[in-house]
């Protein structure tokens, strides 16, 4: 079905066009007529479906008319998720007169209080607890609210921000359209979700256990005291675009860093520790190919749209099942292809069953021909301990020692030595979008 069949006014159209969009997601689709019509709507989309644009398009078509004022509100769990939702809004709205803006915590409230009293916006994107600041210091008011929409409310839940989300559906208006969209539905949403939702229709179009289909995925079993070193050797031998590496950990974010970067890799750190202006510099490295490689935790790890990812490694297997869902949905945006490799120490194995039972399926396993398994230690002097000082180091080394138990490394071998399959091949794969940034570096 063409974008023209959905009824979404010329304006918002254009801007569509503009986009680079021919054909509407599978979600877009569905979603796009339904709140045309006023529905309210509850969207399992799975992340990269294109749910943004199912919303905002309609949501744009509704406010064409009417009088400037701010009539929607578009709630999120990161900063890094609300920029990018009010670029893509702003983005599909440029060829009408609606205004967009975005507020999040972290950076200084007084600019977001002078676009808000001053011309105001009809359109805002905010995360909950920077709006509930705002609202306290009445810089902003909600009685011309007609549509909320709470986008990812599963990490939202998870991140802690039920209850703020309660205190902000109190401020509304209850005369007004809820669209709530979310990869899981977890239990404590479904209840916020009764209280937000009248009579909503759910739209249940990818169910969180299906990755998008054009994902490979492999497992590479190791020891843990040798997964620098297998991941340094996949980063060297596959032929990759640009990669988000996840740990579990800021420290292990920073950490894995500092080591990638001493043997040679451009990397760069994503997480919650970092300043505002510092993840946007990051992200925008990568996306200008600037840098290859990003180290995210799973929190940074939402409002990550980089279309260039070609690959998503888990340097630790996530603790969810869920969370393995939302983290290789970073590569593979939008129907590309993309792989997903996930580094599994003994420990680890049954984090690796969870997500298989969860899948359906089992993930093939990988061994690097030539990749010394067996090593006692990794190959870590290369570090120069002498010339970072300060106490970071010293925690570092510390977690190592902790952490590399050397008496692994022989069930490790035991586990890489498993029947090894392979929809991976080293150095031997390019990748569209590689190719496609090696003539974006060119221009
Ligand atoms: P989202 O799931 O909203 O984060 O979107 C994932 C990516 O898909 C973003 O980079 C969008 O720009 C892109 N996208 C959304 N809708 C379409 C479409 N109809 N055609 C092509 N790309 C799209």
Redesign the pocket.
């Known amino acids: 079905m063409p974008f023209s069949k959905l009824g979404l006014p010329a304006s918002v159209m254009r801007g569509v066009r503009a986009?680079?969009?021919?054909?509407?997601?599978p979600i877009?689709q569905q979603a796009i007529p339904l709140i045309l019509e006023g529905h309210n709507v509850i969207g399992a989309a799975q992340?990269?479906?294109?749910?943004?644009?199912a919303f905002v398009l309609p949501i744009l078509a509704r406010l064409i008319d009417g009088r400037p004022a701010l009539r929607v509100l578009v709630l999120v769990p990161t900063r890094e998720l609300a920029a990018q939702v009010e670029t893509?809004a702003r983005d599909y709205a440029r060829f009408t007169r609606l205004r967009c803006g975005v507020v999040y915590g972290g950076v200084r409230i007084e600019p977001q209080e002078r676009m808000l009293r001053g011309d105001g916006v009809d359109l805002l994107v905010a995360t909950p607890g920077r709006l509930l600041d705002l609202h306290g210091r009445q810089s902003v008011a909600f009685e011309d609210i007609e549509v909320l929409v709470l986008d990812e409310a599963d990490r939202m839940v998870d991140m802690g921000f039920a209850p703020d989300l309660r205190r902000i559906l109190k401020l509304l208006p209850t005369d007004r359209q809820t669209m709530m969209f979310s990869a899981t539905m977890p239990p404590d949403l479904n209840k916020v979700a009764a209280e937000a939702l009248v009579n909503p229709v759910r739209l249940d179009l990818a169910p969180p256990s299906k990755p998008a289909a054009g994902i490979t995925q492999a497992v590479y079993p190791i020891a843990r005291h040798l997964k620098t070193d297998l991941l340094d050797e996949i980063l060297r031998r596959t032929s990759m675009g640009s990669v988000i590496v996840f740990t579990r950990t800021k420290h292990g974010a920073d950490r894995l860093t500092r080591q990638l970067e001493k043997r040679g890799h451009g990397v760069v750190a994503l997480h919650g520790n970092r300043t505002q202006s510092q993840r946007e510099r990051a992200l925008r490295d990568v996306r200008r190919g600037r840098v290859q490689i990003l180290i995210a935790t799973d929190i940074a790890s939402r409002g990550i749209?980089v279309?260039e990812i070609t690959h998503v490694i888990n340097f630790d297997v996530p603790h969810t099942p869920e969370d393995y869902v939302h983290r290789i949905g970073r590569t593979a945006?939008?129907e590309a292809t993309g792989d997903a490799f996930t580094l599994m120490s003994p420990d680890e194995r049954k984090d690796v069953d969870a997500i298989e039972r969860f899948l359906g399926k089992s993930i093939v396993r990988v061994q690097i021909p030539d990749f010394d398994y067996g090593k006692k230690t990794s190959s870590e002097p290369r570090e120069s301990h002498g010339r970072e000082s300060h106490g970071r180091e010293g925690r570092e080394s510390r977690g190592r020692t902790s952490s590399g138990g050397s008496g692994r490394g022989s069930s490790a071998s035991r586990a890489a030595a498993a029947p090894v399959e392979g929809p991976v091949e080293h150095g031997r794969r390019p990748k569209r979008a590689e190719a496609d940034r090696r003539s974006r570096r060119r221009m």
């Open positions: 986009a680079g969009y021919t054909t509407p997601t877009q992340t990269g479906s294109g749910k943004t644009a893509a749209d279309r945006r939008a």
